[in-house]
């Protein structure tokens, strides 16, 4: 695939990506307690691959390899795009993905402490982009608009401007707090409520993984209203990763 057809591609591609994020976000936002299944299909969509190794790609931790030692530029220089995408869509439709460890970089902070940082491989971060393309759209339906962790066209700052704004207008108390070691890899569900692992919700949970060398699988919590079972997932400790 050159250039030109890879450019074209990828327009296409994101036409059909958000055509499906604007149903999903619809049909989420019109029935708050709608549950979705089937949702593994559209992860290893040949559409939704392409535009997750779009972004990764246009991402600088593109540059920075896994424990694989491969880089976006290795992957377009030696097999070319097609070929990666297709052998990951072909692993993850036999359910024969399994995500590799990361390397785990220290960081260090104020006061002498260290950070991690996982650092995923380029087809890690593939799945990973793609999987956040088909849950986003779902879960921004249930989110607040004074919520602003972590979600697309908000920032930091835009809270923190809010929280100036009410302070001018008569609010007096700002309360802040942190959940100390909120991900770590115990569960907060019980393990006596472990289901089939053949169930939908295994192959899409099994793919959000724990980004660590050593890789621990563990539950999470069940009550989710948009997932009918309690998945087993990858939990994901370090506060920061090359994306």
């Known amino acids: 695939m050159n250039t030109d057809e890879l450019v074209h591609a990828i327009y296409v591609a994101e036409l059909r990506v958000l055509g499906i994020q604007a149903k999903l976000h619809r049909w989420a936002r019109d029935d708050p307690h709608r549950r979705f299944d089937d949702l593994f299909n559209l992860v290893a969509d040949p559409a939704f691959l392409l535009v997750a190794w779009d972004q990764v790609r246009g991402n600088k931790g593109a540059r920075t390899a896994g424990v ?11 097999a070319g795009v097609g070929e990666f995408l297709d052998g990951l869509r072909t692993s993850l439709r036999g359910r024969s993905f399994v995500p590799m460890p990361v390397r785990e970089r220290m960081i260090p902070e104020a006061g002498g402490k260290l950070r991690r940082l996982g650092i995923a491989t380029i087809t890690d971060r593939v799945v990973q982009a793609s999987l956040k393309l088909v849950l986003e759209p779902i879960f921004e339906a249930d989110f607040l608009p004074c919520s602003y962790g972590f979600r697309p066209k908000r920032r930091a700052h835009d809270a923190v401007a809010e929280v100036r704004f009410y302070a001018m207008h008569s609010y007096e108390w700002i309360v802040e707090g942190d959940i100390k070691a909120c991900l770590d890899a115990w569960s907060h569900c019980s ?36 997932f009918t079972r309690c998945n087993m997932v990858w939990r994901e400790t370090p506060r920061a990763r090359v994306a």
């Open 68 to 78: 694989d030692g491969r880089t976006a530029a290795s992957i377009s220089l030696g």
């Open 191 to 226: 393990f006596a409520d472990c289901h089939d692992q053949n169930s939908w919700s295994w192959g899409l949970g099994s793919s959000i993984r724990r980004p660590f060398m050593r890789p621990v699988r563990v539950r999470t919590a069940r009550s989710s209203p948009r």
